[in-house]
């Protein structure tokens, strides 16, 4: 997404220059100086600079500043040549930290081996600009007409200094019991910002099988994760369930076939946006009591079904950081306030089924997490004034997820749907009923169809018992976000990204082909319109077209009701599946797959 004036800062400073190669766990902390107090700016941009040759996987990139993440990133993989890639990302929300002298810390964590050969050139610089409208988002936007840039308070700060990275590894380190802060009383709004991000068994746990299932095709040399399809990340006030959101489902450079972003990476890969938790409700909480306790947890939904016995967790690692950020009004003299109410509600399903010597398992997963907290808090201004505000926050995360296995594990069809919400509505006093509300929508949809090759010798000469691992894939990944007031949308953006690729794992090194067909589209509340269609095919961009009138992304047409589809829900008892969700799974697996799955099911209950 372009930024406006991106090449006329009123400042710029390079903030580190510095090649990663045996960096795992040797950060790089540098000294920030804040611009001369006579420039004059209202808006940051960081710009992260990369290059690396030779051979080498995708890395995750992090800065922190002060023992806040203000930016997380990946890396490029080099595929055996010299690569470049450059980013950029507003940071205008963290203009508080920038204000002050002090530590920036960058880590990337990499290894240089025989084989893993690439180094990361890594160049980070500051621009400064000074915009007519300033950054509305970091300001009046989110915290109120007279708030200022807001504060921040680090929730998983380092305990031994500057130089280590203030992360927690999770599960294996817990987020919980994490104390509040007492805030003054002219805070106007409080929001928790989370950055994390699933990585080793959890980099694609939207393709992970339940626990029961998960070794079932090891004999025929197809592993997979366990912890099952669904993640969701939930926020607990003092053991009160208060918020839940969707992690996106990011897909790096290397991830699924690494041929299908060269040269054009998926969207989001370069910038994986922390999660905003209102936590505005809980101001009266904090006014009154210093010892309110935050959790963070990241549950597989499968734990959270009533019918649960065992519990299965998740795998390691969700690399993880946390901050409060804190917007204040200086008119305010005083406040108070009560936290009405707090209402949630959990509904999970599972089906999994493999039956014995069928080579097949099906698995679909349905949950869904409602949080609702109405908030009444008066505030006194300095002039005598006061202003009362009755808030209610409503969250929301949905998931259905589909995993088809056949051949024994050698034919994989996924398809994930996430929805979350985040509605904030101020009502009148009176009659309770919504005076202006806002809302942000968030829906993410990956679908992948991928099928193993028979295996091949790498080379005849080659005396090794190495084989060749080759496969096919269709990806598809779709996000939408969109705020709005009312009805109204203040901005929405469409994003679809699908593609086929054929890759081999070798010994004598890895190779393959790929295309990949991108569509982006940006609109803006004051009519503004940025759209852009690139196509790459086998490492080059095919074309590139930006024009400033929506390119509207391609509608699959109402899909006729299935019988077929229509009695698959019916035998395996999936009433809880909503006419969308199933003409959903119709559109993924076409009426002869649909059948297919009927047929299977079918024959298991005969066996039973």
Not at 312 to 327: K, R
Request: charged share 15%; proline share 6%; net charge negative.
């Amino acid at each position: 997404m372009p930024y406006s004036n991106v090449s006329s800062p009123v400042y710029s400073s390079k903030l580190l220059n510095h090649t990663f190669a045996l960096s795992w766990n040797k950060p790089v902390t540098v000294k920030y100086v804040p611009p001369p107090s006579n420039v004059t700016y209202n808006r940051i941009v960081l710009t992260l600079d990369t290059t690396v040759q030779g051979v080498q996987y995708d890395r995750l990139v992090h800065l922190y500043l002060a023992n806040t993440e203000i930016w997380r990133s990946s890396t490029i993989e080099p595929a055996g040549k010299l690569s470049h890639s450059y980013a950029q990302k507003d940071v205008t929300l963290y203009s508080s930290l920038f204000k002050e002298e002090g530590s920036l810390l960058v880590q990337l964590d990499n290894l240089v081996t025989s084989k893993l050969t690439g180094a990361f050139n890594v160049t980070v610089n500051a621009l400064f600009f000074n915009d007519a409208e300033g950054s509305k988002e970091a300001r009046g936007h989110f915290g109120g007409p007279n708030s200022s840039y807001p504060t921040f308070v680090p929730l998983t700060p380092s305990n031994v200094g500057d130089h280590v990275p203030p992360i927690v590894y999770y599960p294996d380190s817990p987020l919980s019991n994490i104390q509040l802060p007492k805030v003054n009383y002219n805070t106007t709004k409080l929001a928790l910002l989370v950055s994390t991000s699933g990585n080793a068994a959890e980099e694609f746990w939207f393709s992970n099988i339940v626990d029961q299932y998960k070794d079932y095709f090891l004999p025929h040399d197809r592993h997979f994760y366990g912890h099952g399809s669904c993640r969701v990340i939930n926020v607990y006030v003092n053991g009160i369930r208060v918020h839940s959101t969707n992690p996106k489902p990011y897909v790096f450079t290397g991830g699924v076939s690494p041929t299908l972003w060269n040269p054009i990476v998926s969207t989001g890969s370069f910038d994986l946006v922390p999660y905003f938790v209102d936590l505005t409700p809980i101001l009266p909480l904090l006014w009154e009591s210093p010892s309110s306790a935050l959790d963070i947890e990241i549950t597989n939904c499968i734990d959270d079904d009533e019918k649960a016995v065992v519990k299965s967790g998740i795998g390691s690692n969700w690399i993880t950081s946390a901050s409060l950020a804190v917007w204040e009004d200086e008119t305010i003299d005083d406040s108070f306030g009560t936290l009405e109410s707090i209402d949630n509600t959990t509904a999970v399903k599972t089906f999994a089924i493999a039956p014995p010597f069928s080579g097949m398992l099906t698995q679909i997963l349905k949950a869904s997490y409602q949080n609702s907290l109405l908030s009444n808090i008066t505030y006194v201004y300095k002039d005598g004034s006061q202003a009362t505000n009755i808030t209610s926050f409503e969250s929301s995360a949905n998931q259905t997820s589909l995993i088809i296995i056949t051949k024994f594990g050698d034919s994989q069809s996924d398809l994930s749907v996430l929805k979350s919400n985040l509605t904030v509505s101020q009502l009148d006093p009176s009659t309770l009923e919504p005076i202006k509300d806002f809302t942000m929508l968030t829906n993410n949809t990956l679908k992948n169809k991928l099928k193993f090759l028979p295996p091949v010798k790498s080379t005849e000469e080659d005396e090794s018992t190495d084989t060749d691992i080759s496969f096919t894939t269709n990806l598809t990944v779709k996000f939408n976000v969109g705020l709005y007031s009312g009805l109204n949308p203040m901005f929405e953006i469409k994003s679809k990204e699908n593609g086929t690729a054929n890759f081999t794992i070798s010994s004598a090194g890895n190779h393959g082909t790929g295309t990949m067909l991108h569509n982006y589209t940006l609109s803006k509340a004051d009519g503004s319109l940025y759209s852009r269609v690139a196509l790459a095919d086998n490492g080059t961009v095919v074309y590139d077209n930006i024009t400033e009138t929506v390119s509207s992304l391609p509608v699959e047409d109402e899909i006729a009701n299935s019988p077929v589809l229509s009695y698959f829900s019916e035998i395996a008892e999936l009433d809880w599946l909503t006419q969308e969700e199933v003409t959903e799974i119709g559109y993924f697996l076409g009426e002869q797959e649909t059948t297919e799955l009927v047929n299977f099911i079918l024959d298991d209950c005969s066996l039973s």
